[in-house]
């Protein structure tokens, strides 16, 4: 009784201290928060130099958050607070984890408490830290970059003030991923002020069957915009995902299928079902729809333009004839039987804005010719995007980024947006060092970057294949491999996408290969380029592979061929279909394709596939990956600069990438000597440009020869 009377006291005077808390730093107006379960609600708001934090949390122990480089306790910087059940008094903790083991009290206190307060169910509890604070060792740099946020309650305070001995259980913990410095989604809705209302149209799937023979699927179905008299704005989206589906909703593309005979062309289809995106079932006029308005991604709540900002809807030429295709990409992994729902639900008005937006493409094409090794700590590939692109296609003024959306898969774990002007590289207009294939939220640029005319543009994907011991290809499945960006501008031009690969010849020189059995390169480029199935390679019957070389079925076709798997598409590479794999029915994928082509030179090489031959290479080797890796990055790439009307502004040509005299330093702003993120061995795409060329074994005749084609 005694007890509870103390602690009802000491909540009255706790009630009355936070109602002074209207005063300095009690009075934050918080911008963003998130919920990171039902009972803990993080709020924050990002400053100049640092951020504060609010935690609501159902119970009276203490609250953790952290700050961990992949989502564990590990290296995790961590913050421990809680109220005293006795005094009332606030307090606390900057902790550092090693591993899955009671945090550690760092010897450097880099955080300030802001105040805190409890009532009969929750402690509420402020505090704030600097952005870096120079503790290279125990505390993680925060930023515009992918934050993991790692969070715990308890139900006791800590037993020795200081000492977190007291476990928070496995039910009282999580993780989720946010961006800390982005614009405030609640800010912009507060903010836009709107004399003519609002209008909402929703574009989803209709009860749409995701079988249980397939682990992966894209679906693309055809809708008719309502119809509107006249122009209007686009001002935001919001996803609208199935509960049942939440997990298998991968991505989702909103495109306008732009044709001067739209009407005529896209009508009939409006009650058609729907067919799996770029299969033979999927009707070829479905091909102009190219332009894509909306990107949403796993993890993403939706997005808010700018005020001075909007998406056209309806074509000024033919107004009440817009149409605009939906892709969904369904990952399905358990094989799991279902119904879907999903969609996109697009914001617009009649209140024109400014300025008319649009988005473009960058990046690398998805083709099997995008190949990161296995047992790679950090591979780094990039797509370029020419001088010659942006002079033809940005009008003189240039253009503005407003946002831009990252995508790549699940070996993903770093991706840089470069940007070149004049041969002196600029800051990046996005990068991320903790890309999580989970967190696809669009980025809002906290200031619009200017593109001119001349600017090149290189899309950096940083991977790891550390735990994988088969070569890993660009393709549509979330085990295959993506690097775009998808970015958001205006003024809108005619520019659909910018984007590389690797041409054909250089792909096989670079692995050392000159000749193939019963195929001459110009074949080959036609079946990679094309997917000419007549001219796939046929098995050699006048030249036997050697005693003892075995043919296996392709380690990554895992056996296992049906219609559905080989539907796969995404409609943003549409933009580049006469160089990516187009499945028909009957085809085998893309490794299939590469276990198809059998060497005949060089002699050492000779009956291999393509697939044994990289099986056979010694990845593990950093001088070899790392040759490897230059070669392509830093070798040729064959650029394509498309319109929206599916045109080239220019015949695909092969250049290398610019010659960087200024290369931008990440360390610029930064008051401090060096960042954390090397020495707790997070991903860095530069580490891959950084690796030792040495190494402790004897060069085999495989690898001398592989060596001796990359210089």
Same mark, same amino acid.
């Given at each position: 009784m005694k007890r509870t009377a103390m602690r009802n006291g000491v909540r009255l005077l706790l009630l009355v201290a936070a109602m002074c808390l209207g005063a300095g730093v009690g009075a934050t107006q918080w911008t963003h928060a998130v919920q990171l379960s039902p009972n803990y609600t993080l709020h924050w708001r990002p400053n100049e130099s640092s951020v504060s934090f609010k935690i609501e949390a159902r119970t009276l122990g203490f609250v953790g958050l952290g700050f961990s480089p992949k989502g564990g306790m590990a290296n995790a910087d961590i913050i421990l607070l809680w109220v005293d059940d006795y005094t009332g008094e606030a307090h606390v903790g900057d902790y550092y984890a090693t591993g899955n083991a009671k945090p550690r009290r760092d010897e450097v206190q880099n955080v300030e408490l802001l105040g805190g307060e409890q009532n009969g169910t929750h402690t509420i509890v402020k505090f704030r830290r600097e952005w870096e604070t120079c503790d290279q060792l125990h505390d993680m740099a925060l930023g515009e970059e992918t934050v993991r946020l790692i969070w715990a309650l308890g139900q006791k305070d800590p037993a020795n003030g200081n000492d977190p001995s007291v476990w928070h259980g496995k039910q009282m913990r999580g993780a989720k991923s946010v961006y800390l410095k982005t614009a405030s989604l609640q800010k912009k809705k507060k903010r836009a002020n709107h004399q003519k209302p609002v209008r909402f149209w929703d574009v989803k799937m209709s009860n749409l069957l995701i079988p249980d023979n397939m682990d992966t699927r894209y679906w693309c179905k055809i809708f008719k915009l309502p119809y509107l008299e006249k122009k209007h704005h686009m001002i935001g989206y919001s996803p609208l995902i199935d509960p049942r589906n939440k997990e298998a909703v991968h991505h989702m593309i909103l495109y306008e299928c732009v044709h001067s005979r739209a009407h005529s062309m896209f009508a009939r289809y409006i009650?058609?079902?729907?067919?799996?995106?770029?299969?033979?079932?999927?009707?070829?006029?479905? &091909? =102009?729809? *190219?332009?894509?308005?909306?990107?949403?991604?796993?993890?993403?709540?939706g997005e808010l333009l #700018?005020? =001075?900002?909007? *998406?056209?809807?309806?074509?000024?030429?033919? #107004?009440?004839?817009?149409?605009?295709?939906?892709?969904?990409?369904?990952?399905? #992994?358990?094989?799991?039987?279902?119904?879907?729902?999903?969609?996109i639900r697009v914001h617009f008005t009649e209140e024109l804005r400014e300025y008319d937006g649009g988005v473009m493409t960058i990046g690398t094409t998805i083709t099997p010719l995008h190949m990161i090794p296995p047992r790679q700590e950090s591979y780094a590939t990039a797509g370029y995007c020419s001088d010659e692109c942006t002079s033809q296609m940005l009008p003189e003024t240039g253009i503005k980024v407003v946002s831009v959306v990252l995508h790549a898969h699940l070996a993903g774990r770093a991706m840089t947006l470069r940007h070149i002007r004049n041969g002196k590289e600029l800051a990046p207009i996005v990068k991320d060092s903790h890309y999580d294939f989970n967190?696809?939220?669009?980025?809002?640029?906290?200031?619009?970057?200017?593109? $001119?005319?001349?600017? $090149? *543009?290189?899309? $950096?994907?940083?991977?790891?294949?550390?735990?994988?011991?088969?070569?890993?290809?660009?393709?549509?499945?979330?085990?295959? &491999?993506?690097?775009?960006?998808?970015?958001?501008? !205006? #003024?809108?031009t005619s520019l659909a996408g910018c984007y590389s690969m690797t041409p054909v010849e250089s792909f096989f020189s670079i692995l050392g290969v000159s000749e193939f059995y019963d195929m001459d390169m110009a074949k080959i480029k036609k079946m990679l380029l094309h997917n000419d199935k007549d001219s796939r390679p046929k098995p050699s019957v006048d030249t036997p592979p050697a005693p003892g070389t075995p043919f296996p079925d392709s380690p990554l076709g895992g056996g296992h061929i049906n219609d559905e798997a080989n539907q796969k598409a995404i409609q943003a590479l549409l933009n580049m279909k006469e160089f990516t794999i187009e499945p028909v029915d009957g085809a085998v994928d893309a490794a299939g394709i590469l276990d198809g082509l059998r060497i005949r030179l060089p002699y050492e090489f000779q009956n291999r596939t393509i697939l044994d031959h990289l099986q056979a290479l010694s990845?593990?080797?950093?001088?070899?990956?790392?040759?490897?890796?230059?070669?392509? !990055? =830093?070798?040729? =790439? *064959?650029?394509?600069?498309?319109?929206k009307d599916d045109s080239l502004a220019f015949l695909p040509k092969v250049q290398t990438l610019p010659n960087i005299t200024h290369p931008h330093q990440a360390l610029e702003k930064s008051n401090c000597p060096v960042r954390r993120g090397a020495q707790l061995g997070m991903y860095s795409p530069n580490n891959a440009n950084s690796l030792k060329t040495t190494i402790g074994v004897p060069l085999t005749i495989t690898m001398i020869h592989i060596l001796s084609k990359l210089h």
């Open positions: 009650a058609h079902e729907g067919a799996a995106c770029y299969s033979p079932k999927m009707p070829s006029d479905w &091909e =102009h729809c *190219l332009t894509p308005i909306v990107t949403w991604a796993i993890g993403s709540e #700018p005020e =001075h900002v909007g *998406l056209p809807l309806s074509n000024t030429d033919y #107004p009440s004839d817009t149409y605009f295709m939906l892709e969904v990409h369904y990952d399905n #992994p358990t094989f799991k039987n279902a119904r879907d729902n999903s969609g967190y696809q939220q669009a980025r809002v640029l906290s200031n619009e970057v200017q593109i $001119e005319q001349g600017d $090149e *543009l290189i899309m $950096e994907c940083g991977y790891q294949t550390i735990n994988r011991t088969e070569p890993t290809f660009g393709g549509y499945s979330t085990k295959e &491999e993506m690097c775009l960006a998808f970015v958001l501008y !205006y #003024p809108q990845w593990t080797d950093k001088l070899l990956a790392k040759k490897v890796e230059d070669a392509f !990055y =830093h070798g040729q =790439h *064959l650029i394509f600069c498309r319109r």
